[in-house]
């Protein structure tokens, strides 16, 4: 399998599950062929160009399927919101003395995310997890004096706990309401 066919079946990869179980075997096949036919009628140079083509193409097919998504669409909305939350909770860090402001806006802010769009739970743990050390190094980077001692960067590394805890609840919630028989009425 030449590289332009390896590189398509990782991007397929990345396709909408239905849209790479009806078309992916297919689309490999014929770009394949494809391949096979400027190889011998053009020579390996014209072959090459076809498979980045290819590349191309499928590559700007699959996002745009991605991002046609529903599921992609929320994610998207939500993701400048969690951006301004990681970037609040990093200020209230770096700024307050105590880390419960901090860790409570954590918790409250991925458990709201993770129940709005569960399927991105490990993103907006991660996002909102990383928060913390990614503020103590802006403020090391900006040779800015936190208004506190810091015992060590890698403590910072121990936001991922509340913001781990705040995807728990924001799972766990969806789930119960999901599961909750309707009310009467």
Known sequence: MSLALALQAALLRLAPRAFRERFG?????????????????????????????????????????Q????????????????????????????????VQP?????????????????????????????SIPGAHLWMRAVDAALPYTMDGFAGTFLALLPAGVGALLGLGSRRMVRASPPSPG
Do not use: I, K, Y
Not at 32 to 57: I, K, N, W, Y
């Open 102 to 130: 901090a860790v409570l806006l954590l918790v409250v802010t991925t458990a709201v995310l993770c129940f709005v769009d569960p399927r991105r739970a490990w993103l907006w743990w991660l996002l909102l997890g990383l």
């Open 67 to 98: 991002l046609g998504s529903p599921t992609m669409r929320t994610t998207l909305l939500l993701l400048p919101l969690a951006l301004l939350a990681a970037a609040g909770t990093g200020w209230l860090d770096t700024h307050a003395e105590e």
């Open 25 to 65: 075997p297919e689309l490999l096949d014929v770009a394949e062929r494809v391949l096979a036919d400027e190889r011998r009628e053009r020579g390996p140079a014209a072959a090459l160009l076809a498979g980045a083509r290819q590349v191309v193409d499928l590559a700007c097919n699959v996002l745009r399927l």
